[in-house]
C-alpha cells in the first residue's frame, strides 16, 4: 500500500503564503496523477490542484494564479506553493495519489489524513 503523509499547514494572515508538501512512502510504485483537495466546514470536499506524471497540471478557478502544484518523482513528493491566500482558503488540504503498485500491478488510490489551512482577515 501507498501511505501519505501532509505538512505544512498553519495560521497565516490574508496575503501571506503557505507551502504544503505531501510526501508518499510504502511498496515500490509509481504515482501518475497526484492532487490536493480541500474541506472546508460544512462544504463538500474539492479538488484544488491536480498534477499527473507527464506534468500536465489542472486548478480550481479560485485558486489559479495564486496556487502552484509541483512534484518530485524522484523524491515521491508532492508541493503546493499557495500565495495570496484568502479567508476563503479556510480549510483541511488532502493529499491524494492515484497510480501503480509495481510488484503487483494493481492500482492504488490513498488519501493524507489532512493539514489544517486558516487564514485570518
Known amino acids: 500500500q501507498v501511505q501519505l503523509v501532509e505538512s505544512g499547514g498553519g495560521l497565516v494572515q490574508a496575503g501571506g503564503s503557505l507551502r504544503l508538501t505531501c510526501a508518499a512512502s510504502g511498496s515500490t510504485f509509481v504515482i501518475g496523477v497526484i492532487g490536493w483537495y480541500r474541506q472546508a466546514p460544512g462544504k463538500q470536499r474539492e479538488l484544488v490542484a491536480e498534477?499527473?506524471?507527464?506534468?500536465?497540471?489542472n486548478y480550481a478557478d479560485s485558486v489559479k494564479g495564486r496556487f502552484t502544484i509541483s512534484r518530485d518523482n524522484a523524491k515521491n513528493t508532492a508541493y503546493l506553493q499557495m500565495n495570496n491566500l484568502k479567508p476563503e482558503d479556510t480549510a483541511d488540504y488532502y493529499c491524494n495519489a492515484r497510480g501503480v503498485v509495481i510488484a503487483t500491478t494493481k492500482g492504488f488510490d490513498s488519501w493524507g489524513r489532512g493539514t489544517q489551512v486558516t487564514v485570518s482577515s
Open positions: 498534477s499527473s506524471f507527464g506534468g500536465s497540471t
